[in-house]
């Protein structure tokens, strides 16, 4: 409740401003910043109900419909200003605010009125947060009344033309809200919808969790969608067209040093799938008494149900002995169907871990098409051979080019026996806790591997020196799938870029040409998701195969240079949140067994795997490509180590003077900031 001395000045207040604030290089939604009547009264933002986007795209001409909805938690009417600063190239095609059964109209300012509204505002505000929007137009109206503990209700919408770059297009759209809303927001949807006469290929976002559907070429929805959140970056989404079976795309970034690249490539979205051979092997000892069996069961017939007509498969269940349903693969016809759910229905468990029998009895006699091979267990190796080290080396000897995906359910799982195993048979493991559901896991995996469409792929780069890929290891594509490559590259050019792998046990090759840039900063994602992917790929060595001087120094090095919080270097992070940095940074376990043995392998392939770039504590902040951290109240340089530094006076003429578009978001981080510009180290002091 508003105290009575302030509440008696705030009614005495009439103006209030309005903003939504958009531009082309970093975008926001609105707030509400009321006009207190002396400058002791700080201004209170009002929250923002709910943000809604549509999103049209067709042959790279868009239309942006945003829907959102401002509160006003005050006891009277409020009046207001909309400021809608204006993306390079956009129109407005529509703004709809009515007041009293009145259309509200609105008027465009060019860039320098609008630079001077947003340094009016930063002064009333004593917040530097807005000078990133510095530039560009911006489309202004006046708005009257917002009721008292009400909300208005406001839909704009504009037009824009991608331009594509090679074959691939770039789209951005606001959501950094987190300055400016004081409570969270209670739903943030953003539904895209791409249509394109050339096939629809790579799908891709760096900054935000994604659904993607795409059940023909030519069309696709994107959805993102949280509830009770502040968003805290900009929505970024690419997507590429091209005629090919395979489509590739590349993404470049090059400033000063080797330049760094993101490789995608998907296969065509319709095509009858490939014949595959499956076989489903099933731990059924003591331990999967109970639930664990249960959903396990489940999870099988739903695989047998969605075999395809030509599949063949096969399914063996193991405790101390192995037990197969056939001799051999067979067909999924209606017959074998029906044995493979009795056989499923009369699993019961007991007994011991035979896993070493299990896997070498999982391989087929005669493998002239892809197999595949799921497998799913809760404990570790109690029967038959124990030594890890043997069993991996017995798995991996008698596998003639079968894939095997894992699934270790429960804490009481060896990660390194599972992990290896995976990893060096061209799969990868999934970890299911004790309380998450074993049915929706297995059958989310059968869903990804169900149709396979292209593998043992390879990739050849001439004439740019391409180094450090990750993955090391190239993942077989499968129909409804996409593959991403990081790497470093030396020189720049076109290029030729060679993908080969078998289709249906024929070896095929596609060849791209692709721009790999003399300059380009745009995509200033890449190194920091290329670093995040070694980092992963170094930790995993360290997990599989222990610790080295070599290995520690490199993770240390890429982890400063990049603002990555490791294990290794949570010393960057300040300790105003001491427990929750060290439970989610502390130094890998030692232990293959375990609870904590599965939290790091969780944290190990998610970091291996990644595909988003959010800084991992609130104390790390990215620029671009650079990196700032919160070390006494100043955000610094990652980079600045006591050089003597040119100081400015937060607000003051100076301060004002040197802002502009290249330190607009360098200058939004707050009043307290030590960078470099041109050679020159700056300190910002309040």
């Known amino acids: 409740m508003l105290k009575p001395d302030l509440l008696y000045k705030l009614k005495k207040v009439k103006k209030f401003i309005l903003f939504l604030l958009w531009t082309s290089l970093v975008f926001s939604d609105g707030i509400i910043i009321p006009h207190p009547p002396s400058p002791e009264i700080k201004p209170i933002p009002l929250s ?17 419909t945003v829907y959102q909805a401002f509160l006003n938690d005050y006891n009277q009417d409020i009046e207001g200003t909309y400021i809608f600063p204006l993306p390079k190239d956009a129109s407005i095609s529509s703004f709809s605010l009515f007041s009293d059964g009145k259309k509200i109209e609105g008027e465009i300012l060019d860039k320098d009125k609008a630079r001077k509204i947003y340094e009016d505002i930063v002064r009333r505000l004593k917040d530097p947060g807005l000078l990133e929007y510095i530039g560009g137009d911006l489309f202004k109206a006046r708005v009257y009344p917002i009721p008292a503990k009400g909300k208005k209700e406001i839909e704009i919408s504009y037009e824009e033309l991608l331009k594509a770059d090679e074959n691939v297009f ?62 805290d970056s900009d929505f970024i989404l690419y997507y590429s067209v091209d005629e090919s079976f395979l489509g590739a795309s590349l993404l470049s970034y090059r400033d000063e040093d080797d330049g760094y690249f993101l490789f995608l490539a998907s296969p065509k979205e319709k095509e009858e799938p490939f014949p595959k051979d499956i076989t ?70 007991g007994g011991g871990t035979n896993i070493n029998d299990a896997l ?31 069993i991996i080396k017995n798995v991996s000897g008698k596998n003639k080019g079968s894939r095997i995906f894992v699934f270790g359910v429960g804490d009481d799982v060896n990660t390194r026996l599972l992990d290896t195993i995976s990893q060096e048979n061209k799969g990868f493991s999934t970890y299911v806790s004790p309380d998450e559901d074993i049915e929706g896991a297995v059958s989310g995996l059968y869903k990804k591997v169900e149709n396979p469409a292209f593998s043992d792929i390879s990739l050849f780069f001439s004439p ?79 997990r599989l195969f222990g610790e080295s001087k070599e290995i520690i120094d490199e993770i240390i090095t890429l982890s400063k240079k990049y603002g990555i919080i490791t294990p290794y270097t949570s010393f960057l992070v300040v300790e105003e949140e001491p427990k929750r ?11 293959e067994v375990g609870a904590t043995a599965v939290k790091d392998a969780k944290k190990v392939f998610a970091l291996k795997e990644e595909t988003l770039v959010k800084p991992s504590v609130e104390q790390v902040k990215y620029i671009g490509k650079d990196v700032y951290i919160l070390k006494d109240g100043i955000w ?19 301060y004002f003077d040197m802002l502009n578009e290249d330190l607009a978001r360098v200058f939004s981080l707050g009043k307290n900031i030590i960078f470099k510009y041109r050679g020159v180290w700056y300190q910002i002091i309040d």
């Not at 923002?48 to 942006?64: A, L, M």
């Not at 002239?368 to 030594?387: C, M, Q, Y």
Request: charged residues 35%; glycine residues 4%.
């Open 48 to 64: 923002v109900d709910f943000h809604n986007v549509s999103c049209k795209i067709k042959e790279g001409f868009v239309k942006t």
């Open 170 to 231: 770039r789209y951005r759209y606001p959501l950094d809200v987190e300055k400016y809303s004081p409570k969270p927001i209670r739903e943030v949807l953003i539904d895209v919808e791409i249509e394109s006469s050339i096939p629809i290929k790579n799908i891709y976002s760096p900054t935000h969790n994604i659904k993607i559907e795409k059940k023909e070429d030519y069309y696709a929805k994107i959805t993102y969608k949280e509830t009770n959140t502040k968003p």
């Open 280 to 349: 489903f092997t099933i731990d059924t000892s003591g331990s999967m008494r109970g639930e664990k069996l249960k959903q396990a069961k489940n999870a099988l017939i739903f695989c047998i149900d969605s075999l395809n007509l030509e599949d063949r498969f096969n399914i063996i269940r193991f405790s101390s002995d192995v037990e197969s349903l056939f001799e051999d693969m067979e067909p999924s016809e209606w017959e074998n169907k029906n044995k493979a759910k009795r056989f499923i229905e009369d699993m019961s468990a």
């Open 360 to 390: 070498i009895s999982s391989f087929i006699k005669v493998q002239k098409r892809p197999h595949i091979i799921i497998f799913l267990t809760d404990g570790i190796p109690t029967v038959g051979e124990r030594n890890v080290d043997l």
């Open 464 to 542: 740019i020196k391409i180094y450090d890929l990750y993955p090391k290891k190239l993942p077989d594509l499968f129909f409804g799938s996409q593959f991403i490559v990081l790497g470093r590259y030396k020189d720049y050019g076109m290029a030729t870029v060679t993908v080969s792998g078998k289709m249906k046990e024929e070896i095929k090759t596609y060849e791209y040409n692709l721009r790999f840039s003399k300059k380009e900063t745009k995509n200033d994602f890449i190194p920091r998701l290329w670093a995040t992917r070694k980092i992963g790929y170094l930790l995993d060595q360290i």
């Open 581 to 591: 940095i060290e439970e989610r940074f502390r130094v890998l376990s030692k232990t």
């Open 636 to 654: 610094q340089d990652i980079n600045y180590s006591d050089e003597e530094t040119k100081k400015i006076k937060y607000e003051s003429k100076d």
